[in-house]
Every structure is written in C-alpha cells, then in structure tokens.
C-alpha cells in the first residue's frame, strides 16, 4: 500500500535560516511520481515539483531544492535562506504509475512558520 | 486558462440535506480527483477518476457519490450531509503524463 510520511507537524525558524523538510514514502510500485505543494495562509494549493521515480538527479529552482533518495525512499525539501514569505504548510504526495492515476496520496503536511 | 474551477466557495448545510460540489477544468486532463482536508490530516482522497465514464473510490468515499459523464466536469454528490462532513473540499486534475496536479481554489463547507 502506499503512504506518504511527514514527520515533522510544524517547524519554526528564523528569517535566512535553512530548513529541511523531510518527507518518506512506501509504494510497491517502481514507477512513480512525487510531488510537493505549498498552501499559503490564502488557502491554495500550489505545485512546487514533480520527480518521477527514474530521475534521481537533485533539483535546485532559486532558494528552493529537493534531495531525491530511492535507496531511503526520501524526498526531502530544503529552503536556503528562509523568508517570511515561506510562511506555509507543505506537502509531499505520491502517485503511483498505473490505472489509478488520479489517486494523489498526501502526507500530513509540515506547517513552516518563518519569524523576521 | 481557467484550470480548475470549483463553485461553490463557502456552503451551510443543515444535516440531512444533500447537496453537489462542482468541478470543471478546460485542460483536456483524463484524471480528475476529489480531496478533503481536516485540520492536522492533510489532504485525504475522497473518489478519483481515470477518465470518462470511470470512477473509483479514494480513502474517505463514504457518504460521497461521484460521477464523470465528460472528461471536463467531475461532480461530487453529497447525499445525506453529516457534521463529519464539514471540511475544505478540493478538486484537482492531471494529464496521463502527471506534470503536476492543478487544484481548485476549494469548496469551505460547513454541515450544522
């Protein structure tokens, strides 16, 4: 079955600290995909990235960049340099390769709340 | 671009009345889904679909009907409204390559 972990309830950090949000799947599955959402205050939901599960290459985009661990079933976020803007919760969501493709799983979420 | 249209934004139900979640996208997407989100449990899948005249239940479907009768609308039946019910209620779509799931802007509602 698959299932998506975020440990982490909530983190709180200080304006230009870095900050790792940790995020575990299981899937029995050798084709899948992983995702992260941020949902501001606003209420919405906004795509971060999307790593299938053949492409283990870390990504990096401006401040942000995923560690992508098959061997550990990671997929972890980190902000270089946090800003209050981050303020956020995020979620990590796993979808499996086959006739269930609308089926997104979700993690719980990691509340992230950057202090000036 | 429209993307994922939800309506309505905020709903009051009494108990027992039903009542229909709308959602349409204009994105020629075959997956469309249906996500409820309580504080502290994240997003939890209610039903899904594949595409046109398929559906499926998620983790949560009791109490929830769906049905997709085109590849634009994705409609979400309450049958019954229940307090356990009240929620945030999200629609997302994708194409079969899961470049990213889009999502509605929600649907807050409140069963009393």
Same mark, same amino acid.
């Given at each position: 079955a698959q299932k998506v972990t975020q440990a982490q309830t909530e983190i709180s950090v200080v304006e230009k600290e870095d900050v790792t949000l940790d995020c575990v799947y299981e899937t029995r599955d050798t084709t899948y995909y992983?995702?992260? %959402?941020? +949902? &501001?205050? *606003?209420? $919405? !939901?906004?795509? !971060?990235? /999307?790593?299938?599960s053949f492409d283990e290459q870390n990504?990096? *985009?401006? /401040? %942000?960049s995923w560690n992508f661990q098959k061997s550990t079933s990671s997929f972890n976020f980190t902000i270089t340099a946090s800003q209050v803007v981050d303020s956020a919760v995020y979620f990590c969501a796993l979808s499996e390769d086959d006739n269930q493709g609308g089926k !997104?799983?979700?993690? +719980?979420?990691? $509340? !992230?709340?950057?202090? &000036? | 671009n429209a993307g994922v249209t939800q309506t309505p934004k905020f709903q009051v139900l009494k108990t027992g009345q039903s009542m229909t979640l709308q959602c349409a996208q204009d994105m020629n997407h075959e997956y469309m889904s249906w996500y409820r989100q309580d504080p502290g449990m994240g997003l939890r899948l209610i039903h899904y679909s594949v595409g046109a005249g398929i559906t499926d239940q998620g983790e949560v479907p009791n109490g929830y009907n769906v049905s997709r009768s085109t590849t634009e609308d994705f409609p979400l039946r309450l049958l019954s409204a229940a307090p356990s019910q009240t929620s945030v209620y999200f629609c997302a779509s994708s194409s079969r390559d899961r470049g990213g799931y889009t999502f509605g802007s929600g649907t807050r509602l409140t069963v009393v």
């Open positions: 992983l995702f992260w %959402y941020k +949902q &501001p205050p *606003s209420g $919405e !939901l906004v795509f !971060l990235i /999307r790593r299938n990504e990096i *985009s401006g /401040r %942000y !997104l799983i979700f993690g +719980q979420g990691t $509340e !992230l709340s950057v202090k &000036p | -």
